[in-house]
């Protein structure tokens, strides 16, 4: 099966140092595939890469069969990439729906569009403050509002920086349920994330960075039982 997203050899410098060292990853259409590993592995200037925020010092990355290693982040959304970032963004003045309504509007109008607010409202339980500002939401709210704003643009793959980052333990299982019931729906996803119990609710695959290169891939099982792994990564007291 050809991977929905492909890097290959992919670099970036910065000054002399290699945040990310020719990394080779594959993410398979429909699955969940969790990228962790220490602080400083170079999770998030991968994830940069992938989104098109950062240019590479070189490789490539591959979307859907196309070189889309040079393309600005915009083109990448319109390819079908649809990214939510670690900090929300929400347009906290507005209401919640109207904060649907503006990622929305880029696909849908009239009816249908009203459709998919009624629905993403739902999926994400924010039903019951659909008027009220965003802003005033809790913590973890916004975050799945800023997921749902991602969704509205009906991508083909989610890409997620942390999602979890703040949340209570209630909130992170609630957020694993989002996760696997829209990965159930057909969503492929790639998810940086560092907090394990959370990576063991939703991960298919995992790649594990250390010191920007690929350390280890591989299933949850294979990656939690691997000794190699806990010495970088959980035995400096992660997840446990």
Not at 29 to 49: D, Q, R, V, Y
Not at 157 to 183: H, V, Y
Not at 186 to 211: K, N, P, S, W, Y
Not at 229 to 239: F, M, P, R
Request: net charge neutral; hydrophobic share 40%; charged share 20%.
């Amino acid at each position: 099966m050809t991977a929905l997203l492909q890097t290959r050899a992919l670099h970036k410098q910065f000054g002399g140092l290699s945040a990310v060292a020719d990394v080779n990853l594959e993410i398979a259409a429909g699955e969940i595939h969790c990228l962790i590993g220490p602080n400083g592995a170079g999770k998030s200037t991968l994830f940069k890469l992938v989104a098109g925020t950062y240019a590479p010092s070189g490789g490539e990355v591959m979307f859907r069969g196309e070189n889309v290693t040079h393309r600005k982040p915009y083109e990448r959304v319109e390819r079908g990439m649809s990214i939510k970032l670690q900090v929300p963004s929400v347009f906290r003045e507005l209401p919640v729906a109207q904060n649907l309504e503006i990622s929305l509007q880029r696909k849908a109008s009239g009816a249908a569009m009203q459709r998919e607010k009624r629905r993403l409202l739902e999926l994400l339980q924010l039903q019951d403050d659909a008027d009220r500002p965003a802003g005033i939401l809790a913590h973890g709210q916004q975050q799945w509002l800023e997921i749902g704003m991602a969704l509205a643009l009906q991508p083909t793959l989610l890409l997620l920086d942390e999602p979890t980052a703040g949340m209570s333990p209630q909130e992170t299982e609630r957020t694993g349920d989002l996760i696997t019931r829209l990965n159930g729906e057909g969503m492929t996803m790639l998810v940086v994330e560092h907090d394990m119990t959370f990576v063991r609710q939703i991960a298919q695959r995992i790649t594990v960075l250390h010191l920007g290169r690929v350390f280890a891939q591989g299933s949850p099982e294979a990656i939690i039982a691997d000794p190699r792994v806990e010495e970088i990564y959980l035995g400096k007291g992660h997840g446990h």
